[in-house]
C-alpha cells in the first residue's frame, strides 16, 4: 500500500499597494483597501505615497497597484520602467487623466475582480533630459499657460468661492484657465520636433503621452500612450479666444490647437517655468530653482523621449 502524499498549496501571488489615502474624498481605508486586493487572491504589502517608494517597489512582487490620482500613478509608473511586474490602476484622483487615457474606468470592487481575464497594455514613460538631470513622467511636460498659472489654481480653490466636490473642482479650474489666458503673453520658446524646428511664438506648449491634462481636459484626443510616439501639442497666439471658448464649453469641442507626433523633442530653455505630470516648476519647487542656476542667456537644451522599456498595465472590462 502507497504512502500518503501532502499537497501543498501553490503560494499566492504577492501585490505591492502604493495608495494616496488623501486622494479624492479621502474615505478609502487602508484596511477596505487591503480586503479587497487580498479578496482577489494577492498577498498584500501596503505603503503610502509618503514611505519610501523606491524601497516599496524595489521588489514590487506580481502586481503593483496604484490608488491615487494621476499624481501617484506616475510616481508608481516611472519606477517600474525595466520591471516585469504589470501595473493596476484603482484611479482616486479628481481627473484620473492616465486612467481614462487607457480605458481604466469602472469603481474599486469591479476594477479589482477583473484583475484575472483583464488586458494588458502598455504604458509608454517619457522622461525629460535638462540641466537639472534627468526625470521621467507620464501625463505631460509643458510650458505656457498651464505651467504659469497652475501654483495660483491652487491657491484659488482654497479661497472662500473653491469648489465643493471633485466635479466642482475640474470646472472651477477650466473657468479659471479661460480667465488666466488673456493674461499669458505668447514666448518663442524654440522647439524642434524630431529635428525640424517649429517656428512662431505660442502660448503654450504640451509635451503629451496621454489624451486629458490637468482639469480633465481632452486637449490632445485620441493620444494613445501605447504608440511609441510623444504627442506635441502648440497653442498659437492667434487662437487665443478660441481657445477661451473651448474651455468655457467643458470642452466638449475639439481643441483649437496645433499638434504633431514624434519621437524627440528638444526644446531651448530660456527661464520660463515648466511643468510635469501637473507639478509646476518655478516657485518654491527645490528642482526647479536649480534649473534657474542654468544660464538662460546661452539658452540651455532640454531634451524630450521615451524611455525604451514601457509599462505593462492591466485594463479590466469596464
Same mark, same amino acid.
Given at each position: 500500500?502507497? @504512502? ?7 503560494? #499566492? ?19 477596505? $483597501?487591503?480586503?479587497?486586493? %487580498? ?21 514590487? @512582487? ?19 520602467? @525595466? ?6 490602476? $484603482? ?8 486612467? %481614462? ?30 540641466? /537639472? ?16 498659472? #497652475? ?23 477650466? %473657468? ?21 524646428? =517649429?517656428?512662431?511664438?505660442?502660448? $503654450?506648449?504640451?509635451?503629451?503621452? =496621454? ?21 506635441? =501639442? ?11 471658448? /473651448? ?15 514624434? %519621437?524627440? =523633442?528638444?526644446?531651448? /530653455? ?5 511643468? #510635469?505630470?501637473?507639478?509646476? /516648476? ?5 528642482p526647479f530653482q536649480t534649473v534657474r542656476t542654468a544660464r538662460a542667456a546661452s539658452g540651455a537644451s532640454i531634451a524630450i523621449a521615451l524611455e525604451r522599456d514601457a509599462v505593462t498595465v492591466l485594463v479590466p472590462a469596464g
Open positions: 500500500m502507497s @504512502g500518503s502524499r501532502t499537497l501543498t498549496a501553490p503560494p #499566492m501571488p504577492r501585490a505591492t499597494i502604493i495608495h494616496n489615502p488623501t486622494a479624492g474624498d479621502g474615505a478609502l481605508s487602508a484596511d477596505r $483597501l487591503v480586503d479587497l486586493v %487580498r479578496g482577489a487572491g494577492y498577498e498584500t504589502v501596503y505603503a503610502t505615497t509618503d514611505d519610501d517608494l523606491d524601497s516599496a517597489l524595489q521588489d514590487p @512582487g506580481d502586481l503593483a497597484v496604484a490608488v491615487g490620482g494621476d499624481g501617484t500613478v506616475g510616481r508608481v509608473a516611472a519606477r517600474l520602467v @525595466g520591471s516585469a511586474t504589470p501595473l493596476a490602476i $484603482l484611479p482616486r484622483g479628481t481627473a484620473n487623466n492616465v486612467a %481614462r487615457s487607457l480605458g481604466v474606468v469602472g469603481d474599486l470592487a469591479t476594477l479589482v475582480a477583473g484583475w484575472p481575464t483583464a488586458a494588458r497594455r502598455t504604458l509608454d514613460v517619457p522622461f525629460a533630459r535638462g540641466p /537639472w538631470g534627468k526625470r521621467r513622467f507620464v501625463e505631460s511636460f509643458g510650458l505656457g499657460l498651464f505651467a504659469d498659472v #497652475m501654483p495660483l489654481l491652487e491657491a484659488l480653490k482654497e479661497g472662500p468661492d473653491g469648489p465643493a466636490s471633485p466635479s466642482d473642482a475640474l470646472r472651477h479650474d477650466r %473657468r479659471q484657465l479661460a480667465a488666466l489666458l488673456r493674461h499669458i503673453r505668447p514666448r518663442p520658446f524654440g522647439i524642434r520636433v524630431d529635428g525640424g524646428t =517649429v517656428a512662431g511664438s505660442h502660448l $503654450l506648449i504640451e509635451v503629451m503621452n =496621454v489624451s486629458h491634462l490637468g482639469p480633465n481636459l481632452p486637449i490632445a484626443p485620441g493620444a494613445d500612450p501605447s504608440d511609441r510616439r510623444l504627442d506635441i =501639442v502648440l497653442l498659437e497666439t492667434d487662437r487665443r479666444a478660441d481657445f477661451q471658448a /473651448w474651455l468655457r464649453d467643458d470642452a466638449h469641442l475639439t481643441p483649437p490647437v496645433e499638434r504633431r507626433q514624434a %519621437r524627440l =523633442v528638444e526644446l531651448t /530653455w530660456l527661464g520660463d517655468p515648466l511643468h #510635469m505630470d501637473g507639478q509646476a /516648476w518655478g516657485h518654491d519647487r527645490a
